[in-house]
């Protein structure tokens, strides 16, 4: 999932770069570079833990993960917006919502059954 943000970060970019400038890149950079790395965060934190004994700490990871993303977030669009004065806003903002929505497809399509096999119904 991170390694297709960060490929559509990367594509997005160099797409930006060519058509419009060099700012609109950067800050494309920067949106995506923030979902990336916020979802790489939660990713860590979340999925630290594995097996039924660890339910409690699976759950508390996944609570770590989902405050510390947001945390992340607020903190890097904040930074960006008052200390980078070239970034344009927009093309961050829409960007990160890009990359973001590329990390849900990504995670919809991964198989997630223990040996990568459908699981078939009961009959």
Same mark, same amino acid.
Do not use: W
């Given at each position: 999932?991170?390694?297709?943000?960060?490929?559509?970060?990367?594509?997005?970019?160099?797409?930006?770069?060519?058509?419009?400038?060099?700012?609109?890149?950067?800050?494309?950079?920067? #949106? #995506?570079?923030?979902?990336? !790395?916020?979802?790489?965060?939660?990713?860590?934190?979340?999925?630290?833990?594995?097996?039924?004994?660890?339910?409690?700490?699976? /759950?508390? #990871?996944?609570?770590?993960?989902?405050?510390?993303?947001?945390?992340?977030? /607020? /903190?890097?669009?904040? +930074?960006?917006?008052? +200390?980078?004065?070239?970034? /344009?806003?927009?093309?961050?903002? +829409?960007?990160? +919502?890009? %990359? $973001?929505? %590329?990390?849900?497809?990504?995670?919809?399509?991964?198989?997630?059954?223990?040996? !990568? $096999?459908?699981?078939?119904?009961?009959?």
């Amino acid at each position: 999932m991170i390694i297709a943000q960060i490929s559509a970060t990367t594509f997005i970019a160099v797409v930006s770069l060519v058509l419009i400038n060099a700012s609109t890149a950067f800050s494309v950079l920067l #949106g #995506g570079g923030v979902s990336s !790395g916020s979802n790489a965060f939660f990713a860590a934190q979340a999925f630290k833990h594995r097996g039924a004994r660890n339910a409690q700490k699976i /759950v508390k #990871g996944f609570l770590a993960g989902e405050i510390g993303k947001f945390c992340i977030t /607020v /903190v890097m669009f904040a +930074l960006s917006f008052s +200390l980078l004065p070239n970034v /344009v806003e927009g093309a961050m903002i +829409l960007a990160f +919502l890009i %990359v $973001h929505v %590329v990390g849900v497809a990504a995670a919809v399509r991964i198989d997630y059954t223990p040996n !990568g $096999h459908k699981s078939t119904p009961s009959p």
